[in-house]
């Protein structure tokens, strides 16, 4: 049976717009009846991949682009400077076309240069693959790779960032990758209230010159409201897609810090809600379960305020699910502040965030042994 690492957290977010829809409104959904603040799974993954930069090497990391002829034909070049760009990217074209990846010249706008072929859709690849593919180009030069040759350099050993959120290919699904996480869309606990930022800004000259009136003038919508964030990572497909047990202990460690710590980055210049948890658990199980449904019922703040009021139920909903399902987890720590005016403690262990970190890496390690028994 597999393993799962669940991470849940409550985290209160002041007016800010960190995830904005077409209308550039803050996300919201519908939940319990009631309208909520949403920041959507994909603003949450796209703020750890780029936070996994600062703590993974370049070639633990993948790139997403439609110009994987393009990218690999660089690499081909720097490899080999005696290589032209116009059979590098002959070359690349070719061993993409083995794989069954379809690439093709986008149309040129008049006096435009010709561009070279590109996918017809974002390939994610690690850059590791990309490097090896470019060396596997320099070496075999206008040699035909088989198929099974381009696949043994870009379908194995996958990058971090695509073991973890996957990969998938329109032209072939056998070069899609299962995604080790599943990540929640995460929601506000309470009902959502918005608001209207009106903003005005003066024209320097105009100022000095003694003018009254704006420059410019606007509104930006904004909310304030105490997150339920929630996601589940599989560590044996994590495992399967890395290939590599050290790769797998140093992708949980990049994901858990990232869970953790990283925002989507919308109008912070304008908000600055450079907030952290007010409460992180973190479980080892058998079986992933959110605690989600304990915010079914809109959360009504009492004189604790609404993190107390959102604690409390949240814990409530992790017992019941022990109490009822039989579903305890294996481990389970807790990060919680001291003034955090709720019993939480049936969550887990209490602990710091470093102290989290390396206890999580120490059970992970302590998996492996056992599946090596």
Known sequence: MATFIDFHALQTLPPSNINRGEDGAPKTAAFGGTRRQRISSQALKAAQRRDFAHML???????????IVAETAARVCAADPEVSPAEAEKWSSAAFGKAGIKVAKPKAKKDEDPKPEQAGYLVFLGNH?????????VEKRDQAF???EVLEIIDTEHAVDVSLFGRMIADDAALNVDAAVQTAHAIGVSEAAPDFDFYTAVDDFTKAEEETGAGMMGTIEMMSSTFYRYATLNVDQLLENLGSEEALVRAIDAYARTFILSLP???????????LPDLINVAVRKRPVSYVNAFERAVAPDERGTIAAASEAMADEASKVTELYGLAPERSWLIASA????????????TGFAELVSQLEDQVRSLLNEDER
């Not at 693959?129 to 596997?136: N, Y």
């Not at 980055?265 to 450079?274: C, I």
């Open 129 to 137: 693959q990309l490097d090896r593919l470019a060396a596997a180009i």
């Open 57 to 67: 090497n370049r070639d633990e990391l993948g790139v997403r682009t439609k110009q």
């Open 265 to 275: 980055t919308g109008y912070q210049n304008t908000f600055a809600a450079h907030t």
């Open 339 to 350: 003034a955090l005016e709720a019993d939480v403690d049936s969550l887990g262990q209490k």
């Open 146 to 148: 088989t198929k099974k």
